[in-house]
Structure formats: C-alpha cells, structure tokens
C-alpha cells in the first residue's frame, strides 16, 4: 500500500488550549483543566497510578489473583481467556499470562476487517506460545449493516460497534467454555483512556443506533446491554482481570521483546492491526472530526515517561494523521457503499452521542451506586474515572 503523507504545518489555533503536561487540548469536547493547566485526563492517569502503583504491594495483588484463578481452575483445561487482536497489547498480555503460570485460551474476535500482519501476528504468537485460539467470527452482514448505520448516525464513536463486540464475544465464550477470568489487554500508561466525547459506548446506543439507521435486526451481535452486564457479572460471576495495569509496559521494550521471541510484527500504527480502525482513525476522524487520536497515545507516553512533550506536539504538528487513499477506497468498497453515499456520511452535520438514546443519563442518575460497585473492583476503574470522575 502507498502511504500518504501531508507535509503542510498544521497551526493550533490561537483559542484552542492545550494541556500543560499532556497534548489532550480542546478538541476534545469534555476537556477540563485545573488551575495548573493540567487537563483531567492527567489526574485520571494519577489515580489508576494510585491504584495500580508499581511496587512490591501490585505484586502481591497481582500474586493473590494468579493463585485465585488457578485455585478455580483447578481440573479444568483453561484458567482464564485472553482477547487477542494482533495487536501489541494483546500479543503481550498472553505472553505475561503464560509467565505467569496460567493456561489461556486465546480468543480472537474476527469482524472481517483483520489486516494480513494482524493473522500472521495471531498465528505466531499462539504458535510460539503453544496456546490454543479459538475464532469468534460474527455475521458479516449484520455486522456491516450496523457500521453502515454509526457512519450515518455522524458521530466519532462509530467503531464502538466492533469494540462492544470484543466485550460481548468474550463474555459469550467465558460462559461457554466455563472459564470465569478474562483478560482484556488494555495499559493506561501507554495507550490512555479515550476521552468520553471522542469515544463513548454502551449497549443501549447500538440497539438505538441501529433502529433508526439500520436494515437488519441484530440478531446475533454480541451485545452488552446492562442485562448482558448484570448477567455475566453477576449471575454468572465472569471476572474481568486488568492485567497490564499490574505491570510496567516500556513500548519499545516490549515491541523488541515480542519480535524476538514470538515472531510479532509491527504494523505501523495503533491498532492498524485492522484496516476498519486504520481508516477511521486515519481518515473518518480527521477528516470529519479534527480528532486526531495519537494524541491519547502520546499523552499515555508522556504521563508515562517514554516520550517527551516537545517530540509529541512536533509529531502533532509536523504531519496531519497520515492516511492511505486505497484503504479509503477500499474500506467504500467493502462496506458496499457508494462513493456518493460516503460523501453525503462525510458532509453530514456531526453528531455525539447526546443525540442518541444511551444509559449516558441514567449512570450519571445513579453516580452514587456506582461510586460503591467501584469500590467492589466489578468494573474496569479506567471506565468509571471516564464516565463518571
Ligand atoms: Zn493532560
């Protein structure tokens, strides 16, 4: 594939303000800042630092989980399912899975959008790590229907269809297979949290979405209603395990060290491992939005220490997200739209998710109950920091 490249110098505007410790700014619609000039995207990284500090008290944490899950699957084939994208998250999650004593099973969502290095890095990985993957591959029509409608919905959260699915296909298959421990491979420190007016998801907003633009009834979609949510978590008792959160995560580190020793490749971008979120985040939001994601990751890196300030608003400046004009053409195609249908999707007036039926106004109702489920360590704590800190 040719990469394109802009060369222009994109100027920040002189209203816009940015983050003093990060490069978050006021493209991002819900952005508040302290008296510092420190955006609250910044104090969300400090809190799960609190939380998850690296010292010798994580480890002992992270110690008593590894002999729970173990004690639980004790006589059993698997301990614990580990999502797996391709990606380098994922890649690295089952290698620390394995190091630390435990027997996965490998899940891999397949929403028909997996790029060629994304398979080859999946089939390297469990190859190497001699762990068994089992394939969850969702109705492509159905599937492509409801991408089709978050593009004419005209809102910048339209990859959540495939992020729900991740959530819902690995809950189905916990259920199924009888393993009670999910991983899913996300690291505050060097991939952040996606601020809630860039990206906003929950069960309700894909049933919502889909009844006013959509031409198919989701009928095997793996959503995650707040039954789903009830269901898996609380009759069925599945654990969602933030294992990265435990470690330090050096990305160059871990890049090399993955290439070494499992045959994982780079794919030039982050979560490029599928050419759906290379053209959204390349194209669709840019273009549409001016939301330009590699900020969340460099503002990880910064907070984290692996990247400098300076070298990421220069990255940021230098170059608008560099995107491909065949994968454009190519994702048009796929999707079975026509060049006129697309552009009308790009002109359309943009939307968030406001605009839709969520539960967005009923957890902010019932900020109260969820402050105390948060304490019970039932949810991911990065999502309640997001939604409701
Ligand atoms: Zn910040």
Redesign the pocket.
């Known amino acids: 594939m040719v990469i394109m490249m802009t060369d222009n110098i994109k100027p920040i505007s002189n209203t816009s303000q940015v ?6 700014d006021t493209t991002v619609p819900d952005i508040r800042f302290n008296t510092k000039g ?6 969300i ?1 400090d809190e799960l630092e609190k939380e998850f500090p690296l010292n010798g008290e994580t480890e002992h944490k992270l110690k008593k989980i590894v002999e729970e899950i173990k004690r639980k699957g004790r006589g059993k084939k698997y301990d614990i399912i580990v999502g797996l994208s391709g990606g380098r998250d994922s890649a690295l999650a089952l290698y620390r899975t394995i190091e630390l004593g435990l027997r996965p099973l490998a899940v891999h969502f397949d929403n028909g959008w997996n790029s060629e290095i994304a398979v080859t890095n999946i089939k390297n990985v469990t190859e190497k790590l001699s762990v068994d993957l089992l394939t969850y591959v969702i109705d492509w029509e159905e599937f492509k229907d409801l991408q089709i409608s978050f593009l004419k919905a005209s809102v910048s959260d339209a990859e959540i269809p495939t992020d729900v699915a991740i959530h819902g296909a690995l809950h189905k298959v916990a259920v199924q297979e009888g393993i009670p421990y999910l991983i899913f491979a996300h690291s505050f420190r060097t991939e952040g949290v996606a601020p809630l007016g860039w990206t906003y998801m929950d069960g309700r907003y894909i049933k919502s979405v889909q009844k006013i633009f959509g031409h198919k009834k989701l009928k095997t979609f793996p959503n995650m209603t707040a039954w789903d949510v009830f269901y898996y978590r609380f009759i069925k008792g599945i654990k969602v395990i933030p294992l990265l959160a435990y470690m330090s995560y050096d990305q160059k580190q871990v890049s090399q060290m993955l290439a070494k020793e499992l045959g994982w490749h780079y794919y030039g971008g982050h979560h490029h491992e599928s050419y759906y979120t290379h053209f959204f985040q390349s194209y669709y939001l840019p273009k549409k939005f001016h939301i330009d994601k590699r900020k969340i990751e460099y ?1 990880a890196l910064i ?1 984290s220490g692996q990247m400098s300030r300076e070298k990421a608003l220069e990255e940021i400046r230098k170059e608008e997200y560099p995107y491909d004009t065949e994968l454009v053409d190519y994702t048009i195609k796929k999707l079975g739209l026509t060049q006129e249908e697309f552009e009308a999707i790009m002109a359309a007036p943009n939307k968030s998710f406001h605009d839709y039926p969520t539960y967005y106004p009923l957890i902010k109702a019932m900020s109260k109950f969820f402050a105390f489920v948060n304490k019970l360590n039932l949810f991911p704590k990065h999502l309640y920091l997001k939604f409701l800190g």
């Open positions: 983050c003093t410790r990060c490069v978050l420190e955006c609250h995207y910044c104090q990284h503002s907070r």
